[in-house]
Nanobody, 123 residues
Framework: QVQLVESGGGLVQAGGSLRLSCAAS????????MGWVRQAPGKEREFVCA????????YYADSVKGRFTISRDNAKNTVSLQMNTLKSEDTAVYYC????????????????WGQGTQVTVSS
């Protein structure tokens, strides 16, 4: 059973940066497609970005393109999200997600989720 644990969230001023990490345990996720999804207060979950199992494919929501970068280290069983030039509208709980079979995009509900980490951007 794979467990995903996010870390790195916190409070940051607009224009600042944060780096989120997702550590997988239980088994290797080197063959899993991974992604990040966020949920702001009172809103539905929103796809943020995704990366294929090999790292050769990435996909970003238009709202974060050019500001966020997803990466993975299969040797360490981790996925990271570097967030730059943060805006108040990026405030949300960020969830790490994984799927062993499907590339994650806005139409896919991943099979595995972490518990989430809060990111708050003050303006």
């Amino acid at each position: 059973q794979v467990q995903l644990v996010e870390s790195g969230g916190g409070l940051v001023q607009a224009g600042g940066s944060l780096r989120l990490s997702c550590a997988a345990s239980g088994r290797t996720v080197k063959n899993y497609n991974m992604g990040w999804v966020r949920q702001a207060p009172g809103k539905e979950r929103e796809f943020v970005c995704a990366i294929s199992w090999s790292g050769g494919w990435t996909y970003y929501a238009d709202s974060v393109k050019g500001r966020f970068t997803i990466s993975r280290d299969n040797a360490k069983n981790t996925v990271s999200l570097q967030m730059n030039t943060l805006k108040s509208e990026d405030t949300a709980v960020y969830y790490c997600a994984a799927d062993p079979h499907r590339l994650i995009d806005p139409t896919v509900v991943p099979g595995l989720w972490g518990q989430g980490t809060q990111v708050t951007v003050s303006s």
